[in-house]
């Protein structure tokens, strides 16, 4: 069976420090890949998603970046964390090229900015 | 792109009553309707989702209506109970998914 890993479970980083997110999925090949950002009591808003090793497509431009190294592999990334970026972070998987499947989420990061 | 639009923000039901959550979207292409629920600092799980060739699904308390033409879908649950208390998405894709603003399920014992 499939399973997604998000690390650390927390993290709190002072304004201006740098961000590495990790995301791997296990039980599957070429999964399509997630980020989303949840703010307190709020939505899923869509960071990035991958449909492969090296394929990264933004939907919010901001000073976030993500990468996918290794084919279940995505990392999400900052050089310099704004106070804004606290939130909820979660990752998540979907089955490629089969029509519309559901995302599985990760159990998130949980990210304070101080 | 595709919008989608959740109603109720919050919902608070008396334990046993029946709560319905509606979505709106404004895609026509989407075709894939998933539900999800998140309890409180946990990830969102899928509960129930329908496909656009169906226009109910049920899966013991809860079922889910779709209708295309008016491009709206709906959650209901019933004989709900305190474990329901939890936050609901709704999302629509065809290909990408977008989700509503969720709302917040209060059951009250």
């Known amino acids: 069976s499939q399973t997604i890993h998000q690390w650390p479970a927390t993290l709190v980083q002072p304004v201006g420090s740098p961000l590495s997110l990790e995301c791997t999925v296990e039980?599957?090949?070429?999964?399509?890949l997630y980020w989303y950002r949840q703010a307190a009591g709020r939505g899923l808003q869509l960071l990035f998603y991958?449909?492969?090793?090296?394929?990264i497509s933004s939907e919010v431009p901001q000073n976030l970046s993500a990468s996918r190294p290794q084919d279940r592999q995505f990392i999400l990334s900052s050089k310099k964390l704004l106070l804004s970026d606290s939130g909820f972070y979660l990752c998540?998987?979907?089955?490629?090229?089969?029509?519309?499947?559901?995302?599985?989420f990760g159990d998130g990061t949980r990210l304070s900015i101080l | 792109g595709e919008n989608v639009e959740q109603h109720p923000s919050t919902l608070s039901v008396q334990e046993g009553d029946s709560a319905v959550i509606k979505c709106t979207y404004s895609?026509?292409?989407?075709?894939?309707f998933p539900w999800y629920k998140q309890e409180l600092g946990k990830r969102p799980q899928l509960i129930i989702d329908?496909?656009?060739?169906?226009g109910e699904k049920k899966d013991q308390r809860i079922a889910v209506t779709l209708n295309k033409t008016a491009k709206h879908f709906s959650l209901h649950i019933t004989e709900t109970q305190p474990e329901d208390s939890a936050v609901y998405f709704c999302?629509?894709?065809?290909?990408?998914?977008?989700f509503g603003a969720g709302t917040r399920l209060t059951v009250k014992p």
């Open positions: 998540a998987w979907s089955v490629p090229g089969q029509g519309n499947q559901p995302q599985h």
């Open positions: 039980g599957t090949s070429n999964p399509n």
């Open positions: 991958s449909v492969g090793i090296g394929q």
């Open positions: 895609d026509s292409a989407s075709n894939y």
């Open positions: 329908i496909r656009s060739n169906v």
């Open positions: 999302a629509a894709s065809r290909g990408d998914m977008r």
